[in-house]
């Protein structure tokens, strides 16, 4: 069965969880009186930092009407003329941000290709980002695109096909694949409406990516056809390619980690096998500690943590990916010295300057002595090479093996995981991260879980019962 004729319709769970997403008219009213209330406080702000030829736009899912109800991220941006461009958005952050903070805003200062600002209005963060305007020819800046994305996602999706949108990402968020950032490596919002935009609506989406696999080509006209194979030499280490369509060169789903794909099209043929809500954010998955515990057993003893603490804030994306280099380092580290690990999984709360890594070994503990292979008796520079190495240690051996292979039964330099991630992690990681670590803190067992439980009560259940909720 094709796309384009799978079935596109709505069952009860569908018509369940729209009447939980949709916004409602007084939630449109107060979104809109919301938004025109930043535009004018924008440019108000903006005026008074000395900027004047600019214009202020809202863009994201605000703009495009796909928000979910009770989510309301606003983008606000600052639009200014391509010759003065790269020049005011050099100053903008310093100018603009003192500002904001002195009207009683609370402004947090992030970092994408340019800087930009958060700020805390009315209860909701937003997103103050400057850019260019973009005039056709090759943009000066990442987010010069932005205006593009909100006018060919209105243009291209019906008021219907808004709620299939707002289906498919309660259902990305429930699956956990939603969101390019990458503490998820997963589909950002317009990688979601995009998929709508090829495939008409949530059902269809899902029915169809049951069947995904890598290398998974997805192009929304057919005119993107032939960019499928430049992304590919472009994003080699990508498992989807899916063309922008109002920037062919850019690959919407560069994201997208091979974890999130394995999990989207799992959960996607689950869900089209037997349609449940708690495939969706709106279900929650809840569990008390005790049900936990029933999970742990004799796993405790073979958890370790390893918690790192930063001198200073760090951009989150940034502090995601330094964690995820250092679980990395951690596993190889663990492998190599003859650990099995079973799970891993990194966390990070720039809010407390803290990163995590949980690890899950089949022994944490090694008893006795371990084999180790060496080469063929009659590769002599490799074989004279071991039997030298091994007659200055402690050893038992080196004898020749049914196969002709030397082989020796050694004790181990570190006889416990943490043991030996205290000793040799900070040592393995690379300097820009070790540079800006306060302190490397190694937990077991119990402490572990504790450890894990105060970060976060959703990461510490996930990895205790590994399980996910829609599984069953």
Not at 123 to 128: D, L, Q, S, Y
Not at 178 to 188: K, T
Request: charged share 25%.
């Amino acid at each position: 069965m094709v796309a384009g004729t799978l079935p596109c319709e709505h069952g009860s769970v569908e018509g369940e969880v729209l009447s939980q997403v949709r916004p409602t008219a007084a939630d449109y009213d107060s979104v809109g009186r919301l938004v025109k209330h930043l535009v004018d406080l924008v440019g108000s702000v903006v005026r008074s930092a000395g900027f004047d030829s600019f214009t202020v736009s809202v863009e994201g899912s605000v703009a495009k009407d796909t928000w979910l109800k009770g989510e309301v991220d606003v983008d606000v941006f600052v639009w200014f003329s391509r010759d003065v461009c790269k020049r005011s958005i050099e100053v903008f952050v310093e100018k603009v941000a003192p500002l904001f903070a002195s009207r009683g805003f609370l402004v947090e200062l992030r970092h994408a290709q340019h800087p930009y600002l958060r700020v805390l209005v009315e209860g909701f963060w937003v997103e103050v980002v400057p850019g260019c305007l973009y005039t056709g020819g090759r943009p000066l800046t990442a987010v010069d695109r932005t205006r593009l994305h909100t006018r060919y996602v209105v243009s291209s999706l019906s008021p219907p096909q808004r709620d299939e949108v707002r289906l498919l990402k309660s259902f990305m968020k429930g699956v956990g694949v939603y969101g390019a950032e990458l503490a998820v490596g997963g589909f950002s919002g317009y990688a979601a409406e995009l998929l709508v935009v090829k495939y008409g609506c949530f059902r269809r989406v899902v029915c169809s990516a049951a069947g995904w696999r890598p290398p998974v080509i997805l192009y929304v006209e057919d005119g993107l056809r032939d960019a499928v194979k430049r992304l590919m030499g472009k994003y080699p280490s990508s498992l989807v390619f899916m063309p922008d369509p109002v920037d062919p060169s850019r690959n919407v789903a560069a994201s997208v980690t091979p974890r999130s794909l394995g999990v989207f099209v799992l959960a996607s043929r689950m869900y089209c096998r037997s349609p449940s809500i708690k495939f969706f954010h709106v279900h929650g998955c809840k569990a008390s500690d005790s049900v936990y515990s029933s999970y742990l057993g004799e796993r405790i003893e073979n958890m370790v943590l390893v918690e790192l603490v930063f001198k200073e804030r760090v951009a989150p994306d940034n502090m995601w990916g330094m964690a995820e280099r250092a679980r990395k380092v951690a596993s190889g580290l663990l492998k190599s010295h003859g650990f099995i690990v079973v799970n891993s999984s990194t966390f990070c709360d720039p809010s407390s300057l803290r990163c995590a890594m949980l690890v899950e070994l089949q022994e944490r503990v090694r008893r006795g002595l371990q084999a180790r292979e060496g080469p063929f008796a009659w590769d002599a520079v490799q074989a004279d090479r071991f039997i030298s190495k091994y007659l200055e240690l402690e050893a038992v051996g080196p004898w020749i093996d049914h196969d002709g292979r030397l082989r020796v039964l050694v004790k181990p330099p570190y006889t416990s995981a943490d043991e030996l991630l205290s000793a040799k992690l900070a040592q393995g990681l690379p300097r820009s991260l070790k540079n800006r670590l306060d302190s490397v803190l190694v937990h077991t067992g119990l402490n572990a879980i504790d450890a894990a439980r105060r970060l976060s009560r959703q990461w510490f259940r996930e990895n205790i019962v590994l399980k996910p909720c829609w599984i069953g």
